[in-house]
T-cell receptor
């Protein structure tokens, strides 16, 4: 079983749609969680951290459920510029910084 | 320039050759990572390092060697390149005392023929 698993995608949505991505992780000792965005196999860049209390940044909302070992990302009012691959990231291991990426979920937003 | 840089950006090599990919960061981040990215697999962790002279295996370490004699450098060596190692390689660093955000180099596209 992979340490971090994501919806396979791709997701094809119209502009303005709401889309949700899910991610599960296997290591219950994992300490910190993130969503990254990657465009056209360029380097990934941090989109947002994920906290147990949930956090929101504009149109983006991230949630963490430690009991279920589940992370989600919600994008509201999708824009064409949101088209990218979204990567779920988990820090685990001794000291908490063995950083494992999910395989990514591809999003296509169409006009 | 400040940041994390990888070299070379592109490399073509022959099967069986030894190849070293370089990664250099100017922030003195303690943690550094090497990933490979293939279509359908996302980023897979090859090796990581918590500090100079401390390295650990990731998900797919076979066929790779790393060293970390200095905090700022984390070279990745393919001892005897195989076609299955054709991939895009990303180096990253983290400062665990701050946000734990991973900062990436621009990647090295390696082709083994």
């Amino acid at each position: 079983r992979k340490e971090v698993e994501q919806d396979p995608g791709p997701f094809n949505v119209p502009e303005g749609a709401t889309v949700a991505f899910n991610c599960t992780y296997s290591n219950s000792a994992s300490q910190s969680f993130f969503w990254y965005r990657q465009d056209c196999r360029k380097e990934p860049k941090l989109l947002m951290s994920v906290y147990s209390s949930g956090n929101e940044d504009g149109r983006f909302t991230a949630q963490l459920n430690r009991a279920s070992q589940y992370i989600s990302l919600l994008i509201r009012d999708s824009k064409l510029s949101d088209s990218a691959t979204y990567l779920c990231v988990v820090n685990s291991g001794t000291g908490g910084f063995k950083t494992i990426f999910g395989a990514g979920t591809r999003l296509f937003v169409k006009a | 320039d400040a940041g994390i840089t990888q070299s070379p950006r592109y490399k073509i090599t022959e099967t069986g050759r030894q190849v070293t990919l370089m990664c250099h960061q100017t922030w003195s981040h303690s943690y550094m990572f090497w990933y490979r990215q293939d279509l359908g697999h996302g980023l897979r962790l090859i090796y990581y390092s918590a500090a100079a002279d401390i390295t650990d295996k990731g998900e797919v370490p076979d066929g790779y060697v790393v060293s970390r004699s200095k905090t700022e450098n984390f070279p990745l060596t393919l001892e005897s390149a195989t076609r299955s190692q054709t991939s895009v390689y990303f180096c990253a660093s983290i400062n665990p005392g701050a946000t734990t955000e991973a900062f990436f180099g621009q990647g090295t596209r390696l082709t083994v023929v």
